[in-house]
């Protein structure tokens, strides 16, 4: 039935509403996309890592939005595409390399950024409250953060480590140096216009001839001025109310999303491994971590003097091997994790193995989980409950639009009476 429509709507505001619905329509089929599962080969490949279709497409989004609300313009599709896939891959690289060469970003690095972030205070003070709210309204794991300030991190020390260590040819820095103590004098004349403007006589005929042989160039271009509907989710989402009694309901019903996981605190010694060390290094760093540990077994009172004479972990090792702070499962690497989380408080562990190398752990505190209130998530809540019945609205409201809207080109009235629309009017544009 679109179809006919489309060949027999005649007029330029059906046109106009034709661009707009194709546009509303091609947004929503992006997003539609960027939310799949993820199952599409990667993008690209950077040496043994990749870049998956998901990540490239949301970056691609992120940046294509960003740049329509500053330039105001259409944006050039080809050629962001082809800026953010280099960017992707040059970030990739720098990590890669950093890892290669030994650059490691230690958990007190990236717990120092995170507490520092402004829209997680409260009160001049970190507040968890907070941080899981927004990452709840962001749909984002604190997990994904902290590996994004991982990354952040890595790069700078790349960045900072291979800047700071360049060195310049002595050529280079003679011609530089010649350079900078060079001087110049420069000499400049003037010459106003508005002192040969008196002296200059222009005749009407002239004038008249002028503009007779070029009327196009003073002619003014034909303007037009449309009237348009928008029917979008947003608009939809203001108009929908969510009760008290229904987002109790669904906290009830999803208690799992809205519990605190368990945390443990712990200290640790690590005998550290190079990544792609060789089977001598690894023997000699697993025979260093296990004398290391008889050790800690015949003095566990000794721990904290183990630790900051042996661990390659600076940070925690001025403190006694201490992390510093309380830490969930999904925060530090599965090794360790799976070790933490299956020992008792007080408890010594064996070598755990990791990419990092070999860890003695001594677990110093269980955090049992906790279930955020509902009144520290109702509004996160109903601000979910909303959009999803606004998502709802939309979907069942927007074919019923594009019909009526073809079917009636010659008014919007009755479009925007059915779905309570206020018809909006366009700054007056040249269609050329």
């Known amino acids: 039935m679109l179809e006919t429509i489309r060949e027999h709507a005649q007029g330029w505001i059906a046109r106009i509403i034709l661009g707009l619905i194709a546009l509303t329509f091609a947004f929503w089929g992006v997003d539609s996309y ?23 497409i949301k970056t691609l989004k992120e940046q294509g939005d ?23 891959v040059n970030t990739r690289l720098l990590a890669q390399a950093g890892q290669k060469a030994g650059f490691v970003i230690l958990e007190p690095q990236i717990e120092s950024v995170l507490s520092g972030i402004d829209i997680f205070q409260e009160a ?18 604190e997990q994904q953060l902290r590996a994004m300030i991982a990354q952040d991190l890595l790069l700078k020390q790349v960045q900072i480590g291979y800047g700071e260590g360049a060195v310049a040819p002595m050529p280079s820095a003679v011609r530089l140096a010649g350079l900078l103590a060079q001087q110049r004098e420069v ?11 008196n002296a200059t006589r222009i005749e009407d005929k002239a004038v008249q001839s002028e503009y007779d042989a070029h009327k196009a160039d003073y002619a003014t271009p034909a303007m037009l001025r449309a009237q348009y509907l ?3 989710q947003a608009v939809l989402a ?15 019903a999803n208690a799992a999303r809205f519990q605190e996981p368990e945390r443990r605190s712990a200290s640790h010694i690590l005998i550290k491994l190079d990544a792609g060390a060789d089977d001598k290094s690894r023997q000699a760093a697993k025979a260093k971590a296990e004398q290391v540990l008889a050790e800690v077994k015949k003095s566990p009172a000794q721990f904290a003097a183990l630790a900051e004479k042996y661990s390659s972990d600076a940070g925690s090792a001025k403190n006694g091997g201490s992390l510093g702070r309380a830490f969930t499962r999904e925060e530090m690497v599965k090794p360790f994790s799976d070790a933490a989380f299956q020992m008792q408080k007080g408890a010594i562990s064996k070598l755990v193995e990791s990419q990092f190398g070999y860890h003695i752990l001594r677990l110093d505190g269980i955090i049992p989980g906790a279930k955020l209130g509902f009144e520290v998530v109702k509004d996160d809540i109903i601000k979910e409950l909303r959009q999803q019945e606004a998502q709802r609205k939309f979907a069942e ?14 008014s919007l009235a009755p479009a925007a009476k059915q779905f309570d629309l206020t018809p909006q ?3 007056w544009f040249n269609p050329k």
Request: proline residues 3%; hydrophobic residues 35%; neutral net charge.
């Open 230 to 232: 928008v029917l979008s």
């Open 66 to 88: 960003a740049m329509k609300q500053q330039m105001g313009a259409k944006v050039d599709e080809k050629a962001l595409r082809a800026k953010v896939m280099e960017q992707m």
């Open 34 to 56: 960027i939310k799949g599962d993820g199952k599409a080969p990667p993008a690209a490949k950077v040496n043994d890592g990749e870049i998956s279709q998901h990540d490239f």
């Open 187 to 197: 000499n400049e004349a003037q010459f106003d216009r508005k002192a040969y403007m």
């Open 397 to 410: 409201a927007a074919e019923r639009f594009s019909n009526m809207v073809y079917e009636q080109p010659d």
């Open 238 to 252: 203001e108009k929908v109310q969510v009760s008290d009694m229904q987002a109790r309901k669904f906290y009830e």
């Open 124 to 141: 001049g003070k970190f507040s968890n409250e907070r941080l899981q709210a927004w990452l709840r309204s962001n749909g984002m794991s």
């Open 425 to 427: 009017d366009s700054a």
